[in-house]
């Protein structure tokens, strides 16, 4: 089973892409998308040296189950004992879960579906689904309740601070 990555201007590496494979026999997931690669570059030159660049990439996944029950321990070890051309952090949801976060509207999951890179499907059809619209209009309540919470947070952290100043206790002990 070869896995076809969808953007052909950056294509994903050999390496990974024999992972992804190694992936799928352990685990059967019906999805996986690549939405964040970051890549350090490590460059060294000298007289007594050979000039040495190497790139690291760091690669997160999400990975779209058919069963609810968590296994992202598991997948996170797999990624760490299998994969040694960089790093891999990867994320294992239920199917069921992820299309109650997209009925809830979260901003997380409906970015990734919308823009991440599907590097695998179980039906083989590597095309993108329909977009799934997000209403930023919907979370004003649930940003307006964290807001509320951390707003009295703050208040207690600047009282507190206040206190101290005015009583000149100035160390942190």
Do not use: W
Not at 9 to 28: D, R, Y
Not at 49 to 63: N, R, S
Not at 98 to 109: A, D, L, M, T
């Amino acid at each position: 089973m070869a896995v076809a990555n969808l953007n052909r201007k950056e294509s994903i590496s050999a390496q990974l892409n024999l992972f992804i494979e190694l992936l799928v026999k352990k685990f059967e997931p019906l999805k996986i998308y690549s939405f964040c690669r970051i890549i350090k570059s490590n460059s060294r030159r000298g007289c007594f040296i050979t000039c040495v660049e190497k790139d690291e990439p760091h690669y997160f996944l999400l990975m779209i189950m058919e069963s609810s029950t968590r296994n992202e321990h598991e997948a996170q070890d797999f990624c760490r004992s299998h994969f040694n051309e960089g790093k891999i952090t990867i994320l294992s949801h239920g199917v069921e879960t992820i299309k109650e976060c997209i009925q809830k509207n979260n901003r997380f999951f409906i970015t990734i579906l919308n823009e991440g890179r599907l590097l695998y499907n179980s039906t083989g059809i590597l095309a993108q689904d329909t977009e799934i619209k997000f209403d930023p209009s919907q979370n004003f309540e649930k940003a307006k309740k964290h807001f509320e919470h951390r707003i009295k947070l703050a208040q207690g952290f600047l009282d507190a601070a206040a206190d101290s100043y005015a009583n000149q206790h100035y160390t942190i002990a």
